[in-house]
């Protein structure tokens, strides 16, 4: 009984955790910020929260005893003073009392209740043994039909079960006998089954083919759902992505039929969506007075080039996937929950904050830019998808970058979709309880990926690394971190090489932008777009550059990206070599 207390009390303190609102929720509406001057004020205010978020956590202290002497020589008015007096000396004796008692003693006390449950027991055990029944029934039929004698044996005369010629002569006869004139055609012959082919090819152009002339038989809402997504592509594509994405399973596991509270997700998803890129829409043709305009992450032409442009746009996306664990992987970050990995002087100080120093430094090697801290305490929990995704906007728009307002909408619908995953497996949405992340990273890999054998790899690599992890003392690490942070960011600066190289999507994009900017400063105008601040040109060292300087740097990048590609595209990792 005080175990299932203890559930109980845990699962309304998860409830009531996730039906609270956020104090952060206000952080989404830097994508509402429109114009420069907006967009700064957000910043700046931003900025204050952190300073101010900050002052708060590192002057938080013991709260001190009310002094009442004090006040009663403040406040003339005694009355009062003596009734605040009171109720505060008797709401703490009823906290100091609640906080006393033995509630492990008062639930072990609670007997009642129970019926409800014994009775669901004992109906559990009936349903067990008509299971039993019904197996000990079905193991009977499938004996007594192992034991009837083969078809060859059953026959209504004697005569024909001895001839098997007689037999085929007396079931055959009325299909070819000539003056018997029957129109029934031989069931088993060849001919039927071409006869058959050929008549169900009519039947599916005349009645469900895609051309011109097509007569619907039936209704949208009469077929079964795998010809409703045969004649609709992009439903398909819709409902697959919510439903892989709300439960984590796999394709193959598609239902014929979702559950209608996830459509009614899927269309308050899709408004949202269409909320935001409606208004863009609208601010951008009442700005320019065009005769037409489209929605962002929309084809000018749906009907005839809206599944090539998705389909682009999806393979984009998964090669962006891959290149990002690709560059997670080359630090083994990847799979590394427990440690916070650092790779900057901010990120240094950041980790020490968590635990106040408390907590260790490890290395993995000196060919690792990156250490990882461990704060001191429990272990680190998962982070939620949506939190990670506010992170990564808050970093994107204090670094002076930001994304595009309806990506922005996407992604963070999207992790919210993942978040709900929580209220069916047990407060988590990536891992099984008692999972590893890498565990589950490859549980949900297929092993006919390509991309199988390379993470069953580096997963081994992993472990091996970590088990020969080096813990660095806090003077040791801060005399590592000039050089992974130097380090770190030449990486940088080679990942973005590798990034328009290796990918084709990208790279095209890439190359059309660069072509365009070098038009500009051919015919002279790449200054002044510069100067009225359409186009802002930085080097690495934050300041921004001038005509010249960009019109280089535009002249070098083919050259500087091939042997980038190159040397990446030469690597070879020491786990997959170990295989051959």
């Not at 083994?332 to 635990?355: H, I």
């Not at 919210?416 to 490859?442: H, I, Y």
Request: aromatic share 10%; proline share 3%; hydrophobic share 40%.
């Amino acid at each position: 009984i005080l175990d299932r207390a203890i559930v109980s009390a845990k699962m309304m303190r998860r409830g009531l955790r996730s039906a609270l609102p956020k104090r952060d929720r206000w952080h989404a509406l830097q994508e509402y910020a429109v114009g420069e001057t907006n967009q700064e004020e957000f910043r700046l205010l931003r900025a204050r929260d952190s300073q101010v978020g900050s002052l708060v956590e590192s002057s938080k202290s013991v709260p001190k005893p009310i002094d009442w002497s004090s006040w009663e020589s403040k406040i003339s008015n005694k009355e009062v003073l003596s009734c605040l007096k009171s109720f505060h000396q008797q709401q703490s004796a009823l906290l100091d009392q609640v906080a006393a008692e033995d509630h492990a003693a008062a639930v072990k006390k609670q007997t009642e209740g129970w019926e409800l449950f014994d009775a669901s027991v004992a109906s559990c055990q009936k349903s067990v043994e008509k299971s039993e029944t019904i197996l000990k029934n079905g193991a009977r039929a499938l004996w007594i039909s192992f034991q009837n004698p083969p078809i060859s044996l059953l026959s209504q005369s004697e005569w024909l079960d001895a001839d098997q010629y007689w037999q085929a002569f007396v079931e055959k006869h009325h299909f070819y006998h000539n003056h018997l004139a029957s129109a029934v055609e031989d069931p088993e012959s060849k001919d039927y089954d071409a006869k058959q082919k050929a008549d169900m090819k009519r039947n599916w152009e005349t009645f469900d083919g895609r051309g011109t002339t097509r007569q619907n038989n039936k209704l949208l809402y009469q077929r079964p759902s795998y010809e409703y997504y045969d004649v609709f592509r992009g439903p398909l594509i819709e409902h697959m992505i919510f439903y892989l994405s709300k439960t984590g399973g796999d394709a193959r596991m598609f239902p014929e039929v979702m559950p209608t509270k996830w459509f009614a997700e899927i269309y308050d998803i899709r408004f949202k969506l269409y909320n935001v890129l409606q208004r863009r829409k609208r601010q951008v043709h009442e700005a320019t007075w065009s005769r037409e305009a489209f929605h962002d992450f929309h084809p000018h032409d749906m009907e005839h080039d809206g599944e090539a442009y998705y389909s682009k746009l999806i393979a984009k996306e998964a090669a962006s996937t891959e290149l990002l664990a690709g560059r997670l992987m080359g630090n083994y970050v990847l799979f590394s929950d427990s440690y916070v990995p650092v790779q900057s002087g901010m990120a240094f100080y950041k980790a020490m904050q968590m635990d106040g120093a408390k907590g260790t430094f490890y290395s993995l090697g000196s060919d690792v830019n990156c250490l990882f801290y461990k704060p001191a305490g429990e272990a680190l929990a998962v982070p939620d998808p949506v939190e990670c995704f506010h992170s990564l906007a808050d970093h994107a728009n204090m670094t002076g970058r930001k994304f595009e307002v309806g990506y922005a909408a996407a992604f963070e619908c999207f992790t919210e979709v993942l978040q709900s995953r929580k209220q069916g497996l047990a407060g988590n949405w990536f891992t099984a309880p008692g999972e590893s992340s890498k565990d589950a990273f490859m549980r949900r890999i297929k092993r006919s990926d390509p991309a199988y054998p390379i993470f069953e790899a580096y997963a081994e690599e992993h472990r091996e690394r970590w088990a020969g992890a080096k813990t660095l003392s806090m003077d040791e690490a801060m005399a590592q971190m000039p050089e992974i942070e130097r380090k770190y960011m030449i990486e940088c600066e080679e990942y973005s090489s590798v990034l328009f190289g290796v990918n084709d999507e990208l790279a095209a994009s890439a190359k059309l932008e660069q072509e365009q900017l070098a038009k500009l400063a051919d015919v002279g105008e790449l200054q002044g777009k510069l100067d009225s601040r359409d186009l802002v040109a930085i080097d690495s060292s934050g300041a921004a550059m001038k005509t010249e300087a960009v019109a280089k740097a535009l002249e070098e990048m083919d050259s500087v990206r091939d042997k980038a590609v190159d040397l990446v595209m030469a690597t070879k990792l020491p786990a997959l070599e170990k295989k051959k």
